[in-house]
Every structure is written in structure tokens, then in C-alpha cells.
């Protein structure tokens, strides 16, 4: 039945696309899942059928139609995380926490400017995934997808920027 799916829908068969659809809808669905916030996956998942129909003449009937599928999800996907604009806050902008007793302390602040400067000495790339961690309450993995970097250069560049880091206030701390 699926091999005649795969043709069916190659020659552009309306009944064949929903058939596709309704077989490998739960499949789209649970990838896109993967990637991208609940509330969007269904507005995504229209967009990779039209593109499902759009691309028919292009399947090769004799190859996998989940895997076909799956590389148009992919790719939509790709490019709707691509367009998204990432909301980051300056480190100048974060709101310091205030003392016990609501208060900002005088040497908490002295020891935030410190953190501040030596912040600014780090790399790039170095700083934004600390700030984006600790300032901006963020996981790993959510840093990863933000900066659409593997989740391993994400944990590279907190872990050499941390040292850093270290290093700078290490000698201010003595």
C-alpha cells in the first residue's frame, strides 16, 4: 500500500497527499516537537504540507517517504528558527537583586561591577553564553538553540569562559 502511496502522490494525487498526511502526520508532529515551542508546531506543520504538495513532482516514489518527509520538516524548521529574532538583555540591563532587606548592598555592588568588568574582558562568544546562562536564567541546550550552536560549543565556551573568568578575579580577590 505505501509503495502505491508514493506514486499516487508523485503524480500529484489530492487523496494520496491527505492519505500521507493522516499516515505521517503524528511523525511531523513529534519532530517538530523536537525544535520548535508547542505553540508553533501546528502553524509549522501546515507550512510543511503545502510544501509536501508543493514538492510532489520532485519524490522519488522508490525512495523512503517518511525520510523525504522528515527533510522537508527539517529544513522548515531550519529556516523558521533562522528568522526568529533572539531576545537577549545587555548584561547593564539586568536588574540586580537587592539585599535582605530590599536594599542593594554596598559591597554586593562592588563585587557586581567587578564581575561586570572582567565579564567585558572575556571573548565574545565566551561572555554571551555565561550571560545568557546566568543572567539570562537559560539552559544549555536552550543556549544552543538561541545561538544555533552545538550543544558541545555551547559547554566549551561557558567552561573556558568560567576559567577566564577565574583567572581575572583571582588576582582582585587577593
Avoid at 499516487?8 to 503524528?26: I, K, M, N, Q, S
Wanted: glycine share 6%.
Amino acid at each position: 500500500m505505501t509503495d502505491t502511496l508514493n506514486i499516487r502522490l508523485a503524480e500529484g494525487d489530492d487523496a494520496a497527499l491527505a492519505e500521507c498526511l493522516r499516515e505521517h502526520g503524528p511523525l511531523i508532529r513529534s519532530y517538530l516537537r523536537r525544535f520548535v515551542p508547542s505553540q508553533e508546531v501546528e502553524d509549522l506543520q501546515q507550512i510543511v504540507y503545502a510544501e509536501v504538495w508543493r514538492s510532489r513532482a520532485r519524490f522519488d516514489p522508490a525512495r523512503s517517504l517518511p525520510a523525504w518527509l522528515l527533510g522537508i520538516t527539517r529544513n522548515r524548521a531550519v529556516d523558521h528558527l533562522r528568522a526568529r529574532t533572539l531576545r537577549t538583555v545587555p548584561l547593564e540591563a539586568a536588574a540586580d537583586p537587592a539585599g535582605a532587606d530590599g536594599r542593594a548592598h554596598g559591597d554586593d555592588m562592588a563585587e557586581r561591577d567587578q564581575v561586570r568588568r572582567a565579564l567585558a574582558e572575556l571573548p565574545a562568544p565566551q561572555r554571551q553564553a555565561i550571560e545568557m546562562a546566568y543572567y539570562g536564567d537559560l539552559t544549555q541546550r536552550e543556549i544552543a538553540e538561541r545561538l544555533r550552536v552545538p550543544l558541545g560549543t555551547v559547554k566549551a565556551r561557558t567552561a573556558r569562559g568560567l576559567r577566564r573568568l577565574s583567572g581575572i578575579l583571582a588576582p582582585a580577590a587577593a
